[in-house]
């Protein structure tokens, strides 16, 4: 019998959102991967013009960060694919390209990390009302 469980999120505060991030991918988060989703989102969606990020632990042991909008965002993937976005699935997009593009970092614990954190997004994304969307773009 396969018994699926639904993942979870908690949005981050105060100092989880210090913690949480450098707990799972050390000081490559601040130096690396976060300014990396920033500048993924902005390729992705032209019109994404920065801003406040909110920042989510998932119940898996994934982790992902979102715009704060409320607005829906126009995103083009470099595959072709077009499609209008949450900022939400945004986020949930960007990560997923960051994670995926920096677990070919070769030699690095870092790499296996992002991969582990690809698939954890992954697997809550497949869950979530734009997955379709999403599986889009990142395809």
Same mark, same amino acid.
């Given at each position: 019998?396969?018994?699926?469980?639904?993942?979870?999120?908690?949005?981050?505060?105060?100092?989880?959102?210090?913690?949480?991030?450098?707990?799972?991918?050390?000081?490559?988060?601040?130096?690396?991967?976060?300014?990396?989703?920033?500048?993924?989102?902005?390729?992705?969606?032209?019109?994404?013009?920065?801003?406040?990020?909110?920042?989510?632990?998932?119940?898996?042991?994934?982790?992902?960060?979102?715009?704060?909008?409320?607005?829906? *965002?126009?995103?083009?993937?470099?595959?072709?694919?077009?499609?209008?976005?949450?900022?939400?699935?945004?986020?949930?997009?960007?990560?997923?390209?960051?994670?995926?593009?920096?677990? *070919?970092?070769?030699?690095?614990?870092?790499?296996?990390?992002?991969?582990?954190?690809?698939?954890?997004?992954?697997?809550?994304?497949?869950?979530?009302?734009?997955?379709?969307?999403?599986?889009?773009?990142?395809?």
């Amino acid at each position: 019998m396969n018994i699926s469980t639904r993942i979870y999120r908690e949005e981050l505060n105060g100092s989880d959102r210090l913690n949480v991030p450098a707990k799972r991918f050390g000081i490559q988060f601040g130096l690396l991967l976060e300014p990396y989703i920033y500048a993924v989102t902005a390729k992705l969606a032209p019109e994404y013009s920065g801003g406040y990020w909110t920042m989510y632990r998932l119940s898996n042991g994934g982790f992902y960060m979102t715009p704060n909008s409320d607005e829906r *965002f126009k995103v083009m993937s470099p595959n072709g694919y077009e499609a209008s976005l949450s900022a939400d699935a945004l986020g949930t997009t960007s990560c997923l390209f960051a994670y995926s593009q920096m677990s *070919f970092t070769a030699g690095l614990a870092f790499a296996d990390v992002c991969a582990e954190q690809y698939h954890l997004l992954r697997e809550y994304m497949l869950d979530q009302p734009e997955a379709g969307r999403i599986l889009g773009l990142i395809d």
